[in-house]
Every structure is written in C-alpha cells, then in structure tokens.
C-alpha cells in the first residue's frame, strides 16, 4: 500500500483523531485560561453548537459521501486540472495547492459577507453571542454544501495531489478550532504567530457587531490574504474584553443559542431590508 492509498484508506480517521484531539486541548486551554468570560450557558451553547456540527457532518456524507477527497481522487483519474499536466515535484504541487485552496476559502469567506443572499446563510456562523472553540464549526449546513460546492470547482480546476486535500481539510478544522478559541495568549507570540496563522485575537475582530469590523480579517488559517487585499484589522476598537460579539439583528437565545433557531436564521427576514443597511434593519428589529 503507498502513501496515497494508505491516506485515502484511512482519511476518516485521521481527520477524525485532528479533530477529537485538537477540539479536547482547545476546550482544556478554554478552561485553564480563558480570554473573555462567556456571556450565555455553555452547557446550552456546547450542546446546540455541537449538535448542529454532527447534524452537518451527517447531512455531508449523505449529499456528498466522498467529500472533497473523492473529487480529487477523481480529477486526477480524469487528468482534470492544473497540477495533472505540470511535471512540479509533488512537494510543490502539495505546498501550492494547499496555499490555493486557502486562498479560495478566504474568497468564499468575502463573498458570504458580500452577497446579502449568501450572509443569511453565514450569519449563523455570526450569530453566536459568545466566541469559543465550537463557533469554529457552527454552520448552517446550506452553508456547508456550498463551501463543498465550491472546494469541488476548485480541485476540478487545480487538480490537487490528494494528500493536499487532506493536509488542507485537516489544517483547516484544527486552525479553525484554534483562532475561535476563547484563550489568552502572551501578546507577543500573537504578534508573531499571527504572520504565519491566524491567531484568536485576529479572528475575533471578525465577530464583532460591528460592521467595519465584521468585514475584516475573514481568513481562518494562512493570515496573508486580508494583509495583501487591504482586510486587515490588528485588534477591536474596544478591547478583546469589552467588545460585543454576534450581530446586531439575533440578540435573543432562541435564534443564538437553540438548534432549531440557527436552522431557521436564513429564512428569517426579507433579503433587500438586510440588504440595505444591516445596522438599521437591526434598530428597527430590536426596538
Ligand atoms: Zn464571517
Ligand atoms: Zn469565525
């Protein structure tokens, strides 16, 4: 068996091991030391927010049962895509790969932020009131099959070594669980972690109600884009503390916090009210 085969035989358990093993260091750090105090019952918003990643995680296997690895098992079969015809040493094709498809993510993060349609599904991801580990996977899982969608365009065009796809897909779970982490880190190892992955206190300006702030730092893994496209934003106008997070439209646990209430979010309110101006649409929600 080759390093290929042996990946693709195995690459449930091994994204699952990421996963189970990175989530549990997160969730101790969590507790040991802690950035911001929660605002609403973690019981609750573990239990809702994890239920709804099973619930996504179900739902993908169902609709896509290969997933994106399958996609690029199959794309190399077929001779689809850009690193299919090139001679590159694999280890180049497996590093640029990698650094593409982050890219295209973060365009997909710009995206759902910019067109009002696609930010019904991502404010699900947004509208949690409190910011820790399982905000790194709540998704509306309509959310889930587009950013599935979209990997399977990409790997049809770039045609990626499969190791990449699952290099990728693991480093994006566990740097996504780690940037939602509600942990302190000492400021200067942000300072320079933060040139090489995106760090918690970088990702959390992106939760903020505010809308400048929102449309800001949308990377979840290489931080480089947001700096090269002018989304860069180093740290809240209030504080890590006393910032607020979530958005301004769902302040109540029913549409936050409850499973059934985050499933709902996208079909909650006209789309060219929202469209408007976010902020307004809020003050007249809640007042
Ligand atoms: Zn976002
Ligand atoms: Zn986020």
């Given at each position: 068996m080759d390093f290929n085969e042996f990946i693709l035989a195995n690459e449930v358990p091994i994204r699952l091991g990421f996963f189970f093993g990175i989530f549990a260091a997160m969730a101790l750090w969590e507790i040991v030391?802690?950035?911001?105090?929660?605002?609403?019952?973690?019981v609750i918003r573990w239990g809702n927010n994890l239920g709804l990643v099973f619930f996504n995680s179900f739902i993908l296997r169902l609709v896509f049962p290969a997933a994106a690895v399958g996609m690029a098992v199959f794309a190399s079969e077929q001779g689809w895509g850009l690193f299919n015809y090139s001679d590159a040493p694999i280890w180049v094709a497996v590093l640029a790969s990698v650094v593409i498809?982050?890219?295209?993510?973060?365009?997909?993060?710009v995206m759902v932020h910019a067109v009002p349609l696609l930010w019904r599904l991502h404010r699900v991801h947004h509208?949690?009131?409190d910011?820790?580990?399982t905000t790194g996977a709540r998704f509306h899982p309509l959310e889930i099959l587009l950013s599935m969608l979209i990997k399977f365009a990409v790997i049809m065009l770039l045609g990626p070594p499969v190791v990449a796809v699952v290099i990728?897909?693991?480093?994006l779970n566990a740097t996504a669980m780690f940037n939602h982490g509600n942990v302190r880190l000492p400021k200067n190892l942000d300072r320079y972690?933060?040139?090489?992955?995106?760090?918690?206190?970088?990702?959390?300006?992106?939760?903020?109600?505010?809308?400048?702030?929102?449309?800001?730092?949308?990377?979840?893994?290489?931080p480089w884009w947001d700096r090269l496209f002018g989304t860069y934003r180093a740290q809240p106008r209030a504080g890590h503390e006393a910032m607020t997070i979530g958005i301004h439209t769902f302040r109540e646990d029913k549409w936050c916090s409850w499973l059934p209430g985050m499933l709902a979010?996208?079909?909650?309110g006209k789309v060219q009210d929202y469209a408007i101006n976010r902020r307004q649409w809020g003050d007249e929600h809640e007042h």
């Open positions: 030391s802690p950035r911001r105090y929660l605002r609403t019952s973690k498809m982050d890219f295209f993510i973060w365009l997909q993060h509208a949690d009131l910011y820790d580990v990728f897909e693991v480093l972690l933060r040139l090489i992955v995106v760090t918690p206190d970088m990702h959390r300006v992106h939760h903020s109600v505010e809308d400048d702030e929102t449309n800001s730092n949308f990377g979840f893994n290489l979010i996208p079909f909650v």
